[in-house]
């Protein structure tokens, strides 16, 4: 069992606090201290416009994140045009207003990180409460 006190929390995403999954990725989260911390997995083929955004009629995400490439590569697009890559052990802030997808046959791992309540959902609010799972596997 993992410590739990006052001082000091060990968690790890075998036991997430919340799995959320939409076509072709998963998205899981653990709370820890005043922290939110995000895995998400997507397989070859996945992209944002069309796995998350379309459920909701948006064509790019608005949300900003802070994060690591864990594997894989990951391509992010702004609304301006500009394109950027993203591989394992990138350190990554992307502003509001991008489309993301995965580049080549590999799956894609990333972390991200954001204070308790501001990490907000990679998958809009309506389509996760249809998908949601509530598990402690992450």
């Avoid at 997507?42 to 796995?51: A, D, N």
């Avoid at 992010?76 to 992307?94: K, P, V, W």
Wanted: net charge neutral; hydrophobic share 40%.
């Amino acid at each position: 069992m993992l410590p739990s006190y006052d001082d000091l929390l060990i968690k790890r995403f075998e036991q997430p606090d919340e799995v959320r999954t939409f076509g072709k990725g998963k998205f899981e989260t653990v709370k820890i201290g005043s922290m939110t911390i995000g895995r998400a997995s997507y397989e070859p083929g996945w992209k944002w416009s069309e796995h998350v955004g379309a459920a909701t009629g948006a064509a790019l995400c608005e949300v900003e994140h802070v994060g690591m490439v864990i594997s894989g590569c990951a391509a992010c697009r702004m609304q301006d045009g500009r394109y950027y890559e993203m591989r394992a052990g990138d350190l990554f802030y992307i502003g509001p207003g991008h489309d993301s997808w995965v580049v080549g046959d590999g799956i894609v791992c990333l972390a991200s990180f954001s204070r308790r309540g501001t990490l907000r959902a990679v998958a809009p609010l309506k389509s996760i409460r249809q998908n949601r799972q509530m598990t402690l596997e992450f």
